[in-house]
């Protein structure tokens, strides 16, 4: 087993690095306070190949390993979880089916500029009454003379604000349930596409989070992602996908406060020694490497594993939900004690420990809860065991 990046890896690692602290670390702290949506940052990602690090070279995207992308995600996590998730949405929410499920005339309509970064993607899954129980759609698409009505509404939709595509699920054929969900590629341009404003929340906040309103949308039947009623399958699996991009996510807020945590504890003179030289900070400290640590490789793991399915086959669902589940949860308690060694300056915003707390918050509630994966690994553990519950 080999735990070494490859030198492509580590080229990229450097490359993004660059970025986000040159570029993008400047803009973190504001835009986390404006709310505003950093489409030019989007853009300029783009540029350097980071808007669709796995989608092959001929069809707009950089031609790496999915290795390669998680740690794209968490480098730019690490210094600005907005930027993280938004780019973690357009790689593994958006290109990632067109690739896997769209036809030849999709992939040049719209996966090629989402690769390229030129265009911005979201992912319209979650409803006022669809959030964990996702097959219980009411968005429906009725078939009308060469194209489909959709009618409905979405929420929590990340990249919502400023996405020019939208790869939205609605319920063909209700009495199919969960076989009964299509998936179309939507121009948020189409009349009857409306959005609202943000929706502000406690982190990630300028993620452009908006619902969605579809009154009488009108979609040409060639927008139709696969098959009719392949959409909740659609979903799930680029589900599986995206939750690797998130728990990198988490990896990289973690891996920030914690050197946050170093530095801080370096510095800072109590009872007339650096704390660091107290041995319940270097307790915590050890806690903390280790559990960044455990969930990064749980990460790459996950990530080797899609790699391995994209040429042999198989699944991932259960190393990215392990994964997901893990580096959420460690996710907390990282930046937890990283804002309890900074103590009462954690709590304030001269610190930016406090907004690592923050964002870290969101990775075990969206794109499947921690409650979700701990069904999701259970059901995999039963269906190893041969008892197929649930
Ligand atoms: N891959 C392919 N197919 C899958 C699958 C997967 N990973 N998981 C399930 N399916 C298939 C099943 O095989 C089944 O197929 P058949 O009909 O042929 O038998 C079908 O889908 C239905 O599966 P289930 O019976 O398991 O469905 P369920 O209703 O019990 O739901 C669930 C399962 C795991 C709870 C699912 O609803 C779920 O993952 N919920 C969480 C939703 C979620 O993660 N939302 C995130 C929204 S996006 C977001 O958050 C983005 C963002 O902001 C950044």
């Known amino acids: 087993m080999n735990f070494d990046l ?9 490359a993004v690095r660059e970025f986000a602290e040159n570029v993008v670390r400047p803009r973190a702290a504001v835009i986390d306070q404006s709310g505003e949506f950093p489409k030019d940052l989007f853009h300029q990602a783009g ?5 669709g690090v796995s989608v092959p070279v001929e069809h707009g995207g950089s031609g790496m390993d999915v290795v390669a992308y998680s740690i794209v995600i968490e480098e730019i996590s690490r210094v600005c979880a907005n930027l993280g ?14 690739e896997k499920f769209g036809n030849a005339d999709q992939k040049t309509r719209f996966l090629e500029p989402l690769a390229k970064g030129e265009k911005l993607g979201c992912f319209a899954l979650t409803e006022p009454n669809a959030g964990s129980d ?37 319920m063909t054929s209700p009495e199919k349930k969960s076989r009964g969900i299509s998936a179309f590629l939507v121009d948020a341009a189409s009349p ?3 959005r609202s404003r943000h929706q502000v929340k406690l982190g990630v906040n300028a993620s452009g989070t908006v619902e969605i309103f579809l009154t009488d949308v009108l979609v040409p039947a060639e927008n139709m992602l696969g098959n009719e009623g392949d959409g909740f399958k659609i979903a799930m699996s680029t589900l599986d996908g995206g939750r690797i991009g998130i728990a990198a996510q988490a990896v990289g807020i973690a891996t920030e406060a914690m050197e946050a945590a170093v530095r801080y504890a370096k510095a800072r003179r109590a009872f007339g020694k650096a704390i660091a030289e107290f041995q319940v900070i270097r307790f915590y400290l050890a806690d ?22 994209k040429k042999n ?24 004690k990283a804002l309890q060694i900074h103590g009462g300056y954690g709590y304030t915003k001269e610190y930016p420990v406090e907004r690592n707390f923050r964002d870290a918050r969101i990775t075990e509630i969206y794109e499947g809860t921690s409650e979700i994966h701990r069904l999701i690994i259970a059901r995999e553990i039963f269906r190893d065991a041969g008892l197929a519950i649930g």
């Open 6 to 14: 490859t030198e492509d890896q580590s080229l990229l690692q450097s």
């Open 47 to 51: 540029q350097l190949g980071l808007a």
């Open 85 to 98: 998730v938004i780019l973690s949405v357009n790689n593994s929410l958006v290109c990632d089916p067109i």
């Open 134 to 170: 996702a097959a219980n759609q009411q968005t429906r698409a009725v078939s009308e003379g060469g194209h489909w009505k959709i009618s409905g509404q979405k929420v929590f939709i990340t990249c919502g604000s400023d996405a020019d595509v939208c790869v939205l699920f609605a």
């Open 192 to 194: 009857g596409f409306d």
């Open 288 to 309: 903390m490497a280790t559990d960044v640590d455990a969930a990064r490789l749980l990460t790459r793991r996950a990530a080797a594993v899609k790699d391995m399915t």
């Open 313 to 336: 086959g198989g699944r991932y669902g259960l190393e990215a939900a392990e994964a997901k589940l893990f580096a959420a949860e460690m996710a907390q308690r990282v930046t937890t």
